[in-house]
């Protein structure tokens, strides 16, 4: 199935990967004993530009939620993720249990550490909801009956609370006492939908080959009736709209005034880097397309879905 891809670019420009890929992939394996995955490469994408060690501590907390995340996928009784989490809210090591647990309790104390008295409970709360979210029989998960309601579910299923605590760490700023502000809700609002849209329409095909209906496009076919392109086209419209809305946003955060707030303008540039990175590791990872894609400048104007892999089309010629 060929399907042509109407994406804006406005973002995407901005996307390069981290010098230090190399560091940060062997110190996560020797914090984390597992080899550096997709998580890691995610965040090698986007967030390029600040230090080395900061994009570490952030790949080790996206590995603590979705270590857990595969322990909730598994079939048969929970009680692993019991004490995965029990772990996460004591923010320390535990004295005994499995090696995969105390490793696991490894990495949490040192992010701990590193979030520091603010930020790391705002993890806690986040890991919370989430993992209530994400519990087996949470009816919000059997189905959906429109975009919208898709939407709300994925909210908290995508763990993007989370993201928030992440991005001020990864922008270096803590931004607490705006957490209950509706200064940032519509400025979040557009990262989200960004970021979600941008996933689902390049991980259409692996959810399709799973059987996993938690995909902006499947949804679109499922609840309105749309043909394959037709659900596309809707989901990059959406994707162009958080563009927008982005900017307006950002725009309005940041420009001179007597209420400009350094840490906000550090803040909104973090986000634009991380939405035009998650374009890029979307396009290339394996992980979505079955096969690793190179880097390019341009963005593809078709995706063509094989059984096992997406290839893409492209208005010039690019590296195979």
């Known amino acids: 199935m060929e399907l042509a891809l109407p994406l804006p670019s ?14 940060v992939r062997a110190r996560h394996e020797q914090w984390s004993g597992q080899p550096a995955g997709a998580v890691v490469e995610a965040c090698l994408h986007i967030a390029p530009h600040v230090p080395a060690e900061r994009v570490l501590e952030l790949s080790l907390l996206a590995t603590m939620f979705t270590g857990v995340d595969d322990l909730l996928e598994q079939a048969g009784p929970h009680t692993g993720p019991a004490a ?8 320390e090591a535990p004295t005994v249990g499995s ?7 490894r990495v ?3 992010t701990r550490r590193a979030f520091g008295p603010q930020l790391y409970p705002r ?7 989430w993992a209530l979210c994400m519990a087996p029989g949470n009816a919000a998960a ?8 898709y939407l709300r579910f994925r909210r908290q299923d995508f763990g993007f609370d989370a993201m928030r605590v992440a991005s001020e760490y990864g922008a270096g700023v803590d931004l607490t006492d705006l957490e209950t502000s509706p200064l940032l809700d519509d400025l979040h609002t557009a990262c989200f939908e960004h970021a979600l849209f941008v996933n689902d329409l390049f991980s259409y095909r692996k959810e399709t080959q799973a059987g996993d209906g938690r995909n902006a496009v499947s949804v679109l076919i499922s609840t309105a009736g749309m043909t394959p392109q037709a659900a596309v086209n809707a989901v990059c419209e ?37 939405l035009g990175g998650n374009i890029a590791w979307s396009l290339t990872t394996p992980r979505y397309n079955g096969v690793q ?21 492209y208005a010039t010629t690019v590296p195979s």
């Open 10 to 23: 406005a973002l995407f420009g901005a996307a390069s990967v981290h010098p230090d890929g190399a560091w």
């Open 142 to 149: 059997s189905g959906w009956e429109d975009l919208d309601s």
């Open 99 to 105: 090696p995969n647990l105390l490793a696991f309790g």
């Open 238 to 274: 959406r994707i162009t709209s958080a563009e927008g809305a982005f900017g307006t946003q950002a725009h309005l955060l940041t420009q001179d005034g007597p209420g400009l707030r350094a840490d906000v303008v550090e803040y909104v540039r973090w986000w634009r880097q991380v």
């Open 108 to 110: 949490v104390e040192r």
């Open 123 to 129: 993890v806690v709360t986040a890991f919370e909801q």
């Open 84 to 91: 995965y989490a029990a772990v996460i809210r004591a923010g």
């Open 293 to 313: 894609h190179p880097a390019t400048s341009t963005l593809p104007t078709h995706m063509l879905l094989r059984p096992d892999h997406t290839e893409y089309r």
